[in-house]
């Protein structure tokens, strides 16, 4: 009996150890299993994935060096039409907005005053006139007596001057005619050039002075733009340099070019004053604030945007993305310009042209990060799939 107990209790015994060393291999076997998916997992939450828009391949373009100018449009031609006399404005046709031409009547002031001094003037030039016929005479009768021995020589040479005398007053009113009748046409304002009105500074029944001011005409088919340039840049500006100016709520740019430059430099800051002349378009008016950018010169250069370069450290680096993974490049730059209406600066060392950089909206990266594109299996990947 004791001996049957225990074959049964080795029995047991052994079935105990079978079963926890299979237990032990299945657990092992499961840890086996899920460790590849772990670091799987692990490595895809380290991944940077990028939209195509992301990268930037570097390529050799036409650079544009220049300058950032501003300044206000202004008309080439424009006028302020003045009273040339003082007298009550009667009428004023014409206001803000109108377009006027050349010679085109504008305003009327009152002419009664004007015409009473030219009336005056004709009956003292009239009277003048009088006096001169009656020195002429006497002049004539002088001569004849001269002749016959009657009067002395020096009675001639008197109604000599009499009549030279009143040949001056005759003159003399004559040219007060013509500035009367002339104050007279002035009363009637014309426009000197053709254009638009930008200002009316007067209304009907105003008394006005002399050169009192009346209305503001522009032109519009010219328009420039005065620019302030700094004197380091100066030097380097051409007459004829091309640009390309922005206005303030328009996204659509307009050509321009450098037409003068002032000889002479501000008082306050040294800059020279160049003027560019603008391209006539219909959004354009005379006072508008513009911003843009004068062309210097262009040159065939490797080219990274002004915005995927980064600062943060004491040299300027780039953010490479090679081999499916990220890498900081430190950078040597050159000229900066545009290039295709973009900012952008010269290359000089760290990149090579078809090298893909990350832009600036993918954010500040550590180097070494692995890197998916969308729609694209990362470089690692793909290598791994393709030696199996």
Not at 270 to 280: K, S
């Amino acid at each position: 009996m004791t001996i049957h107990w225990k074959r049964w209790a080795v029995a047991a015994l052994a079935v105990l150890l079978l079963g926890a060393g299979v237990g032990r291999a299945i657990q092992s076997r499961r840890a086996t299993a899920t460790a590849p998916v772990a670091g799987a997992a692990s490595a895809a939450a380290q991944m940077l994935e990028l939209a195509p828009q992301d990268l930037i391949t570097l390529s050799r373009q036409p650079l544009a060096h220049g300058l950032e100018v501003s300044g206000s449009l202004k008309a080439v031609n424009s006028a302020f039409v003045k009273a040339k006399v003082a007298a009550e404005l009667l009428s004023l046709g014409v206001r803000e907005g109108d377009s006027v031409r050349a010679g085109q009547v504008l305003a009327q002031l009152d002419t009664t005053e004007f015409d009473w001094r030219l009336r005056q003037a004709e009956q003292q030039a009239a009277a003048a006139r009088s006096q001169l016929e009656i020195a002429q005479r006497q002049l004539t009768n002088s001569k004849a007596l001269v002749a016959q021995g009657f009067i002395s020589p020096t009675a001639l040479e008197t109604s000599i001057s009499t009549e030279t005398g009143a040949q001056a007053t005759l003159q003399a009113a004559l040219a007060a005619v013509e500035l009367a009748r002339k104050s007279r046409a002035d009363a009637t304002i014309t426009a000197p050039i053709g254009g638009l009105v930008s200002q009316r500074l007067a209304q009907a029944g105003e008394r006005v002075a002399v050169d009192a001011k009346l209305l503001e005409i522009v032109d519009l088919s010219q328009l420039e733009v005065e620019a302030a340039i700094p004197p380091e840049d100066a030097a380097a500006l051409r007459v004829g340099s091309p640009a390309r100016l922005m206005i303030d709520g328009s996204s659509e740019p307009i050509a321009a070019k450098v037409v003068r430059i002032n000889p002479s430099a501000q008082a306050g800051s040294r800059a020279v004053p160049a003027y560019l002349a603008v391209q006539p378009h219909p959004s354009l008016r005379q006072g508008l604030f513009v911003r843009g950018w004068i062309e210097l010169d262009r040159k065939d250069a490797l080219v990274i945007p002004a915005s995927a370069l980064r600062s943060d450290q004491a040299q300027p680096y780039a953010i490479r993305v090679a081999a499916g993974r990220t890498e900081r490049r430190a950078l040597q730059l050159g000229a900066r310009g545009r290039a295709q209406g973009t900012e952008v600066v010269e290359v000089l060392g760290g990149l090579v042209e078809g090298d893909q950089v990350l832009a600036a909206a993918a954010g500040l990266v550590a180097g070494g990060v692995p890197v998916r594109i969308s729609g694209m299996l990362p470089v690692a990947a793909s290598a791994a799939a393709a030696s199996r």
